[in-house]
């Protein structure tokens, strides 16, 4: 689906890569192998990648999109990199307490303290 | 209602009553949306979407319409991927009934159906990383109730239209 919409958008503050979700709903089957295509080529990037996952504009997600994070955590623990995910809102964050995800990703508050969370190495 | 104006509409023949006298509707009567599909998501993403409309036009609440967005997108997902494997002989079936106090929808496939219990636990710690096996904690989560019946190829969820108390 080339001429479609972007299913996310990429800014970069210092070395870390910020991830932004542009579609509400990360549901749809297509959907999900799109974005975990481009967060895979994000992580073989570099030696060490830093990811950011702002969630701001998420209302909904499944649980194919929680594999998709969770294969993306384990390929950057892999690659000994780091993995942030922020500003999920509170629907949406009680899929992650239900599933004990919670327990596995880095989940800020906002964008600024994920940022600051990452170790310097 | 509305039937006295009906004379001039017809022919006036006496037998024409025993025509038009319907099956009394109630207000709690809800006709069931039926929907017989092949194993695609093209097909299984409509099905949703109009039972998603009618949970809104029902005036579900925004918890109770997202639980049911969520655990029918799971359960649809189970019909026709894991259990129909996609094959697009096979047939998925799909009965909602959405009052504006309860939906029921029921989904049955035509695959090789699965037991409940020899689905390992997902928030185990040994299985927190594996990618897969959060469909259906997630079903039975956010609805009241989710039954597998006919060796796991039918299911049948319940959601009330309420508040949780659960969340916050």
């Not at chain 2, 993403?45 to 655990?71: C, M, P, W, Y």
Request: positive net charge; glycine residues 6%.
């Amino acid at each position: 689906m080339p001429e479609s919409t972007p299913t996310v958008a990429l800014t970069t503050e210092k070395d870390v890569r910020i991830v932004e979700f542009t579609n509400s709903k990360i549901l749809d089957e297509g959907n999900i192998a799109d974005i975990g295509s481009t967060l895979g080529s994000l992580i073989d990037e570099k030696a060490a990648p830093k990811l950011l996952l702002d969630f701001a504009t998420v209302e909904h997600l499944s649980s194919a999109a929680l594999g998709m994070l969770i294969n993306v955590n384990n390929r950057i623990k892999q690659k000994n990199g780091q993995l942030r995910l922020a500003n999920i809102k509170p629907q949406i964050f009680e899929v992650f307490v239900i599933t004990k995800l919670n327990k596995l990703f880095r989940i800020l508050p906002n964008r600024a303290e994920a940022l600051a969370s990452f170790n310097q190495l | 209602m509305g039937m006295s104006g009906s004379k001039s509409r017809g022919n006036g023949a006496s037998d024409d009553k025993k025509k038009k006298s319907p099956a009394v509707v109630t207000a709690s009567a809800v006709l069931p949306l039926k929907f017989k599909i092949p194993s695609d998501h093209k097909h299984q993403h409509e099905v949703q979407s109009a039972i998603l409309d009618e949970v809104a036009r029902r005036g579900f609440n925004s918890q109770s319409t997202f639980a049911i967005k969520l655990a029918l997108e799971e359960a649809m997902i189970n019909a026709v991927k894991h259990g129909n494997k996609l094959n697009p002989n096979k047939t998925v079936w799909i009965e909602a009934k959405i009052s504006p106090t309860v939906a029921e929808i029921v989904i049955e496939d035509e695959g090789p159906g699965f037991d409940r219990k020899s689905v390992p636990d997902p928030t185990a710690e040994e299985n927190l990383e594996k990618c897969s096996g959060r469909g259906i904690l997630l079903m039975e989560s956010y609805m009241n109730s989710v039954k597998w019946t006919n060796g796991g190829r039918r299911v049948k969820m319940v959601k009330k239209n309420e508040i949780d108390v659960h969340s916050h």
